[in-house]
């Protein structure tokens, strides 16, 4: 298929084109192919920079085209208070598989944020446990926002805990998002106290400690820790992990840069005691939950083909809605 130069799209754009049910089917999907070895495994790269850092992931997937898609991020907590700038910014390149033609270009905040809500919710599909009603959000940017809508499509949550560290963004948190689910969200400053009476906790922080260890949370469990995107950051003590089934979104980079990695650096896991990849229980090839008190940790670290699946998503519905700025880099 000859593509007719590379479509620019922008966060707007983006927004009206990708809804958070869409994404998430997506994301399961991909999940799902990847699960049953019909894609390649994704790659990634990260470089440190003074303040933050950059991440370079990229992976091929078949859909109704053969995609390539490689996502840049910077990602700068201090972003903010300090420049009023977003923490991550990017762009992610989709590329025709087949032939290397580049198809778009696009603004990664979006799909970044809405991707990463989806694969929680996807991970809680198959290892919360159905009767879910109570849970804790712990990091309440924007990122806590879309993990909380993400999983309200699948809970009817009776109670919500909001904690950050800053207290005003938990309090504003709850009054907005209490306002638009129609569900009760309270601040809460003890956030052991909350997770204890929570039966799934999210969190998604640039904590470089950890926020929860083995007696924070009761059996039966479902903790999201997304935070962990390099080795720096930490936000589950390795005694939780050591306690708790363990599904990875992909093993090798968890292994390097999420909670699994403190886990493993601390030498009370090793890489055969996890229990999964989310894409093999998605795929049926490993059971999900199987009982009502195991306590499980889905170590969500952000897996290129959520972006590639998302990203071509995009692409596909802009296409037919001629949405977007056509360019070329040579006539």
Same mark, same amino acid.
């Given at each position: ?9 922008? +966060? #707007? /754009? *983006?927004?009206? =084109?990708? @809804? ?5 089917? $997506? ?80 603004? +990664? #905040? /979006? *799909?970044?944020? =809405?991707? @990463? ?5 996807? $991970? ?86 950890? =926020? ?120």
């Amino acid at each position: 298929m000859k593509a007719d130069g590379v479509v620019l799209l922008t +966060s #707007r /754009e *983006i927004q009206i =084109l990708l @809804t958070l049910d869409e994404c998430i089917e $997506a994301v399961e999907h991909a999940f799902g192919l990847y699960g049953e070895g019909k894609a390649v495994p994704p790659a990634v790269l990260s470089l440190h920079a003074h303040d933050g850092g950059f991440h370079v992931k990229a992976g091929l997937l078949d859909l109704e085209r053969s995609y390539f898609g490689a996502k840049v991020n910077g990602n700068f907590p201090e972003n903010g208070p300090r420049f009023g700038l977003p923490t991550i910014q990017g762009v992610i390149v989709l590329c025709d598989a087949g032939n290397g033609t580049p198809l778009a270009m696009m603004d +990664s #905040r /979006e *799909i970044t944020a =809405l991707r @990463t809500g989806a694969a929680t919710a996807v $991970a809680a599909k198959y290892l919360a446990r159905r009767d879910s009603r109570i849970v804790t959000i712990c990091g309440c940017g924007v990122q806590g926002r879309i993990q909380l809508k993400s999983l309200c499509r699948l809970f009817p949550f009776q109670t919500v805990f909001a904690y950050d560290q800053r207290e005003e963004l938990a309090a504003q948190f709850a009054l907005e998002l209490a306002l638009e689910l129609k569900i009760p969200v309270t601040p809460v400053v003890d956030l052991a106290a909350a997770v204890l009476q929570s039966d799934i906790c999210v969190t998604c922080t640039s904590s470089r400690q950890p =926020l929860l260890d083995s007696g924070a949370v009761s059996p039966g469990s479902f903790i999201a820790a997304v935070g962990a995107d390099n080795p720096q950051k930490q936000e589950i003590h390795p005694s939780l992990m050591q306690k708790s089934k363990v599904v990875c979104d992909i093993l090798e980079q968890c292994a390097v840069m999420g909670d699994l990695h403190h886990a493993l650096e601390a030498c009370v896991v090793n890489r055969a005691d996890v229990h999964a990849e989310l894409g093999e229980v998605v795929a049926g090839k490993k059971p999900g939950r199987e009982s009502d008190d195991e306590t499980i940790v889905f170590d969500s670290t952000g897996m290129a083909l959520q972006d590639v699946a998302a990203a071509a998503f995009v692409y596909e519905k802009a296409e037919r809605q001629g949405l977007g700025v056509r360019f070329r880099f040579a006539t």
